[in-house]
């Protein structure tokens, strides 16, 4: 076990908020062992960036981990060459350049379709719905079912399939239920790509199923990517969403910045995901002795990257608590810093800089949030608004 000293912290309020819980571990023990995680954390900017990239001792590689064991060995709990030989198969789908041109339009098609149906067939008044249920859900799992090629699922599977795989991987107390859900979530997408293999081959588009086929890799490596792709390509662009929709409408200041074209949707982006990480934490297995920061860590310790805190640090964040799309952004790492930088990082920035949030507050200009009903927001590995009551009229 590593010699970081050992601060106990209350589980309830650490995911309901875990900002006042990190700013105090940045202040006095930056590098912490938290019984409750049976984890080692680093909270601070400059030591997660520097620790991520040092593979020979902080590795992705975790046989035992809950990843492994409930989704398969996938490239993000691999490290070296054989990390980056399947980033290098997916690459194709996921680089800049496809964003550009092709998934870009697609995304667009999405969007538009499903705020056409939220506006449509509506009589004159006011109008309130749960914008997760309404957009941010519906969006994101149709351009993830785009991008992974499994069309062959209903949004709504997407979802749930991802939001149980989410709980399974960060089941750290074991809970028998969360488990068992996670199992049934990765057998419905097994199912789902099975049967896609007969017709994919023939599909001409460059989703993640098709590329990796083509490229050979194996179906066991082929599957566990999917589901790594599902995971995360559904739960975080939906929270990203919410999020900055709900950041917009409380600072009213910046959403009339967006309007005459002073603010960008890209800078809104760029610190929502500073402000409140999707993303808060990425699990490291330590495989050699190590000192860093007046720690010892010796193999096998669990080591948690606090990558929410980094993106408040004080160093670099002034105010790091308060939204600010004003501010430079640049030090955060909400996307991580090393080998593996998110893959998906080029594919989240335009569905919702691009084009979520434009097309949104296009065909909705006088949204508002619903004052009679509570926003709710909870999460410290995955963080996010579980709801955004709106209201608008026509």
Same mark, same amino acid.
């Given at each position: 076990m590593s010699t970081a000293p050992n601060v106990s912290i209350d589980m309830g309020a650490f995911h309901t908020d875990p900002y006042p819980m990190l700013a105090r571990l940045r202040a006095e023990s930056p590098i912490a062992f938290i019984p409750q995680l049976q984890s080692t954390l680093l909270t601070r900017r400059d030591d997660i960036f520097v620790c991520e990239k040092n593979i020979d001792v902080f590795s992705s590689y975790q046989p035992q981990g809950l990843m492994n064991r409930l989704m398969g060995h996938n490239m993000m709990r691999? &490290? !070296?060459?054989?990390?980056q030989a399947e980033r290098k198969v997916i690459f194709p789908t996921i680089s800049p350049k496809t964003v550009q041109s092709y998934w870009r339009q697609l995304f667009f098609e999405h969007a538009r379709r499903i705020l056409e149906e939220l506006r449509g067939h509506?009589? #004159? !008044? %006011?109008h309130a719905v749960d914008l997760h249920d309404a957009f941010a859900l519906p969006f994101s799992a149709e351009c993830l079912k785009s991008i992974t090629g499994l069309t062959n699922m209903r949004y709504q599977d997407m979802d749930a399939w991802s939001q149980a795989m989410i709980a399974g991987i960060a089941n750290y107390n074991g809970d028998a239920a969360i488990e068992a859900a996670c199992h049934l979530a990765t057998a419905g997408i097994d199912a789902a790509i099975d049967d896609m293999l007969p017709v994919i081959?023939?599909?001409? &588009?460059? #989703?993640? /199923?098709? %590329?990796? /086929?083509?490229? !050979?890799m194996d179906m066991e490596s082929v599957r566990a990517n999917i589901k790594l792709a599902i995971s995360g390509g559904q739960n975080e662009p939906r929270h990203v969403i919410l999020g900055s929709v709900w950041a917009l409408l409380t600072h009213p200041e910046a959403r009339a910045a967006v309007t005459c074209g002073a603010l960008t949707y890209h800078q %809104?982006? &760029?610190e929502y995901v500073r402000w409140i990480s999707p993303i808060g934490m990425s699990p490291r297995r330590v495989v050699a002795n190590h000192t860093f920061g007046g720690v010892t860590f010796v193999p096998e310790d669990r080591v948690f990257l606090m990558f929410g805190s980094a993106n408040r640090d004080e160093v670099y964040f002034d105010g790091g608590d308060r939204f600010d799309p004003w501010r430079d952004a640049t030090k955060s790492v909400p996307f991580g810093a090393g080998p593996h930088f998110c893959a998906g990082a080029w594919v989240s920035r335009s569905m919702i800089a691009d084009v979520a949030l434009p097309e949104l507050f296009k065909?909705?200009?006088d949204l508002a949030i619903d004052q009679s009903k509570a926003v709710r927001i909870s999460g410290w590995a995955f963080r996010g608004l579980q709801n955004l009551p709106v209201a608008w009229s026509r």
């Open positions: 691999k &490290d !070296g060459p054989a990390h509506r009589p #004159s !008044g %006011v081959e023939q599909m001409p &588009d460059p #989703s993640l /199923l098709r %590329v990796m /086929l083509q490229a !050979g %809104v982006f &760029d065909a909705l200009p």
